[in-house]
């Protein structure tokens, strides 16, 4: 899953939103008896993790990346985590009581009061995320071309051995037009079954 579905699987606490979207910035076994984050925040993580293991096994989720696999092999699981976000936001009043840009601009304000609890690398594009519109623009194969693009360049960074890959990942929003109804089909069989396995295991993680 990717920012957006995070989120939304968040308790509806800023600690919760925090963490949820930590588990893609914050990286190895967290202590919290030495961790700078409060206990709900680390909760959140726990549920991040929990939610890409889920997402990872489940054969709905590997059915969609199967789509893929032909032009983006082992990388075709990152971009059905950004097309997921796409069918997501599109299909947002199935999931959500609250407007998306509302519910998006409750996040950007969130992560703004909260700043300097955020990892650096998180620091440093939060400025691009609100001024994008980044949840806001997954509606859009604008949005996940750009989306793209973005994961293309971090792939092109120096020594990276997967830079060959970069070109692919430019022009991947292709893959989502060209698999657009298969693919969305799979987003709204699983994305159910997501929201029931956090909702009944939360209190777990």
């Known amino acids: 899953m990717n920012y957006l579905a995070h989120l939304l699987l968040a ?31 680390i909760k959140g993580i726990k549920t991040h ?57 409750n996040t950007y304000t969130i992560l703004r009061k909260n700043y300097y609890q955020l990892p650096e690398k998180l620091q440093l594009i939060l400025p691009r995320i609100i001024l994008e519109n980044w949840l806001v623009s997954y509606r859009k194969i604008e949005g996940i071309k750009r989306t793209c693009q973005r994961l293309a360049q971090r792939i092109k960074r120096p020594n990276n051995c997967a830079h060959r890959r970069a070109d692919l990942f430019e022009i991947a929003h292709y893959d989502l037009q060209e698999n657009y109804q298969e693919l969305e089909s799979d987003f709204l069989l699983f994305f159910p079954k997501l929201v029931k396995y956090v909702n009944t295991n939360r209190h777990t993680f």
């Open 11 to 41: 308790e509806n606490t800023p600690e919760s939103r925090i963490g949820n979207l930590l588990g893609d910035f914050v990286k190895g076994r967290i202590d919290p008896k030495i961790s700078p984050y409060s206990q709900d925040i």
């Open 49 to 105: 993790l929990k939610v890409d293991q889920f997402t990872d096994n489940h054969e709905i989720f590997k059915r969609s990346k199967q789509r893929i696999y032909h032009s983006q092999g082992r990388f075709s699981g990152v971009l059905i985590d950004v097309f997921y976000d796409h069918f997501l936001a599109n299909n947002w009043q199935l999931f959500s009581s609250e407007k998306l840009e509302i519910f998006a601009d």
